[in-house]
């Protein structure tokens, strides 16, 4: 089995919400873990052989871009308490026909743990290993109101695009 190490800074977390003033753009940096895969002789991951993937983020790394909203952030995800943002994979297969592969991921917010299931891509790019998804997650899962400031109200509703950029341990 190969071990592959999460590049932080080729690794990226892409959020977008929305408030009833404005959309609301956001990244995450600092993501950091492990993808332990099998390569099939294609080079490609082999789903069909053992595997496991686990990340991790701090949860002070997510930014809005704005003072106001990463403090109240912050405050409602608790990150004293819940300093870290994580991920494991638990189960991945193909998708017929399009290359994608179907995942459930259990994510780990806010000391609240869910499963969330979707598709992703998996790729190998100048002998790194990508995977790229998209899926949207309504905080309230985890246990967050989301914030009210007079006028402004942001929607539960928050999309998180993540493209793990991996390369092989020696």
Do not use: C
């Not at 873990?33 to 595997?51: K, N, R, T």
């Not at 499963?115 to 790729?123: D, F, N, S, V, Y």
């Amino acid at each position: 089995m190969t071990r592959f190490r999460i590049l932080p800074q080729e690794s990226t977390i892409d959020l977008t919400g929305r408030s009833s003033v404005h959309p609301l753009h956001g990244k995450a940096g600092s993501v950091s873990g492990s993808i332990e895969v099998e390569l099939g002789p294609d080079g490609m991951p082999d789903l069909d052989q053992p595997y496991s993937a686990e990340i991790s983020l701090p949860a002070t790394a997510i930014s809005w871009g704005g003072a106001m909203y990463d403090r109240e952030t912050q405050r409602r995800l608790d990150v004293r308490t819940y300093p870290s943002i994580k991920a494991s994979v638990e189960h991945a297969s193909p998708v017929e026909g399009n290359g994608d592969v179907a995942v459930r991921v259990n994510l780990t917010l806010r000391g609240q743990t869910r499963p969330i299931e979707g598709q992703a891509r998996l790729h190998v790019e100048s002998g790194r290993l990508v995977a790229e998804g998209e899926r949207v997650i309504d905080i309230r899962d985890f246990g967050m109101e989301p914030p009210r400031l007079l006028m402004l109200k942001v929607d539960p509703l928050v999309t998180v695009r993540a493209r793990i950029v991996a390369v092989a341990e020696a």
